[in-house]
């Protein structure tokens, strides 16, 4: 009984041994670990995550392999690992081995990055690009070109360049200056561990298929938006002479051609323009250049909305915008050419002072009458081959309802003083006073220096001119003018006038008696000639308050005219 008692016994004690060592490996198989992404480009960050990987030791204890590649470790923690797709991976078992033991993660599948199309397919340097396609990975990665994992680029005919988006299937490019004409590849870059599986091996790229790119010289449009009739001018090199199918189009209207040049192209945006995108059509091909924006000028508030003639009237709004945007060269001051472009009250013609894209500010005319606000902006339509022009119109933009007020005088008071005393006049309508004798226009600036004798009061000498009457809001005295200290619509403040009593006046109208005359309120305005340029001579819409006397006060004592320098006696 003895020797099977002691078989027995070393059979339980095996059996044992055997269902440990069994349980143990079991156990090992069992543990999970999770892949994620099973697929991605080599350079790619991948994740290994599971339940006690334990610490890391070193890089001989600690690795993870793809097909058989080992991978450069970038974070050992006890649940998670990550690990970077090495350049020489392909697809297959992804196994991870801590000391002894080893976990597989599952399958990977390597892909490569691929373009499917660039746009444009032509380009000028300075503008952007787009590349789709798939596989580009989530970002460029790091932005230091120095970092030892390397940076995801883009590369241009041999140059590389530094992306401002970058997506999984789309990136954005601006091309630099220095690139040219070749063919477009996305390069990832990748960095695998050294034989010792310390970091880190010289830095590899995957690159994707190769799209070609044509470089054109970059063009310059200014502006990119406005309302119909906007000067739009393309600054560039190498449009040559224009062919009859060249164009420029806008939101797929063909533009108005004014000027050709191999530098510079002037267009206008046409009579029925919408917003979309501007092409230039050159050689059969098509360059798109960018989205023109189409505006529709609107007015929003005219002031004052009643007043007399001569007040600047003033319009609020957007998009009207430019007034001398009509001609045929780059900049607007060269040939000053306004085109139809114009403001009319009541159905007149007003002086334009200033046109803004957000404002207008007028005289109102002379003639003018109540009624509508209207301003008036031309353009045109081109022929089958772009020149000027199959159709010209004008897009009317109703700004508001303005009513002509005539000053009325209902009061005055005194109706004689002496130099300097003041004179209060009342009423209603008299508008605002213009401080300033600035003129309306060219024309009226160049007029205002040159001779003129519909506005010389005294016979010039024959090397002087003499100019007076500039002014367009004042209060005669018997014809002098008196020294406004204060001006609304209802009240006028006017000092006496210094004048000469023995008389004034020129050659054949000399008035000798000047101390009592009438007392008038004046305003004047110019009205637009038929040309529609500035201006005919000025009128003036007069109001008689009534007469008034010049008294011999505030006069210097006689002692004045006997000895009006004390020191003439003394050696001072």
Not at 215 to 225: A, F, W
Not at 317 to 343: A, C, I, L, Q
Not at 364 to 380: E, L
């Amino acid at each position: 009984m003895r020797p099977f008692r002691r078989l027995w016994g070393l059979t339980l004690i095996s059996t044992a041994l055997w269902f440990f060592g069994s349980s143990l490996e079991t156990g090992a198989s069992a543990q999970q670990v999770n892949l994620q992404p099973d697929h991605a480009t080599p350079g790619a960050t991948v994740v290994v995550s599971g339940k006690g990987l334990g610490q890391f030791k070193s890089v001989q204890f600690n690795k993870v392999t793809f097909a058989g590649v080992p991978a450069l470790i970038q974070l050992w923690e006890p649940d998670l690992v990550e690990v970077k797709v090495p350049f020489k991976a392909t697809t297959g078992p992804v196994e991870m081995l801590i000391g002894k033991k080893k976990l597989s993660a599952g399958m990977f599948t390597v892909v490569t990055p691929r373009i499917e199309s660039i746009t444009p397919m032509e380009a000028g340097r300075g503008t952007m690009v787009t590349i789709t396609g798939e596989h580009f990975g989530a970002t460029a990665g790091a932005r230091d070109p120095n970092t030892m994992f390397g940076v995801n680029d883009v590369v241009i005919g041999g140059v590389v360049v530094q992306p401002r988006r970058w997506k999984n299937d789309k990136i954005e490019v601006e091309i630099p200056t220095n690139a040219v004409s070749g063919n477009v590849v996305v390069r990832l870059a990748s960095s695998d561990p050294l034989p010792d599986g310390s970091c880190c091996a010289p830095v590899e790229y995957v690159t994707s298929n190769a799209i070609p790119l044509t470089l054109v010289p970059s063009v310059r449009v200014d502006p990119m938006t406005g309302p119909v009739g906007t000067k739009v001018v393309l600054f560039s090199q190498g449009f040559g002479t224009k062919e009859a199918d060249d164009a420029v189009l806008i939101g797929s209207n063909l533009a108005t051609i004014a000027q050709w040049k191999d530098d510079v192209i002037v267009a206008h945006v046409p009579l029925g323009a919408e917003t979309g995108p501007l092409v230039l059509k050159r050689q059969g091909r098509e360059r798109p250049l960018g989205t023109f924006t189409v505006h529709v000028p609107r007015a929003m508030a005219v002031t004052p909305a009643s007043a007399p003639i001569g007040t600047l009237l003033r319009i609020n709004g957007e998009h009207f915008g430019f007034y001398s945007e009509s001609g045929s060269t780059p900049y607007s001051f060269m040939d000053f050419n306004k085109g139809e472009n114009r403001v009319e009250i009541g159905g007149v013609p007003a002086v334009i002072y200033r046109w803004h894209n957000d404002r207008i500010d007028v005289w109102v005319p002379f003639s003018v009458k109540s009624g509508p606000v209207r301003i008036y902006r031309s353009a045109t339509k081109p022929k089958a081959e772009g020149s000027c022009c199959q159709e010209r119109g004008e897009l009317v933009t109703e700004a508001g309802t303005f009513t002509l007020v005539t000053p009325v005088v209902e009061s005055y008071e005194p109706k004689a003083a002496g130099l300097d005393d003041l004179v209060t006049i009342k009423g209603k309508g008299f508008g605002t006073f213009l401080k300033t004798a600035e003129h309306t226009g060219l024309e009226l600036s160049q007029k205002a220096y040159k001779r003129r004798p519909d506005v010389e009061i005294n016979e010039p000498e024959s090397d002087r001119t003499v100019i007076s009457n500039v002014s367009r809001t004042e209060v005669l005295v018997n014809g002098a003018a008196a020294l406004v200290q204060s001006w609304t619509d209802t009240e006028i403040v006017v000092k006496v006038p210094h004048r000469n009593l023995y008389g004034i006046g020129r050659r054949g109208a000399f008035f000798d008696d000047l101390s009592t005359g009438p007392l008038v309120v004046r305003r004047g305005s110019w009205d637009v000639l038929p040309d529609g340029t500035c201006c005919m001579q000025k009128q003036w819409l007069t109001i008689e308050v009534g007469q008034f006397t010049i008294e011999a006060k505030g006069l210097p004592d006689t002692g004045y005219w006997n000895n009006n320098r004390p020191d003439a006696n003394t050696s001072q």
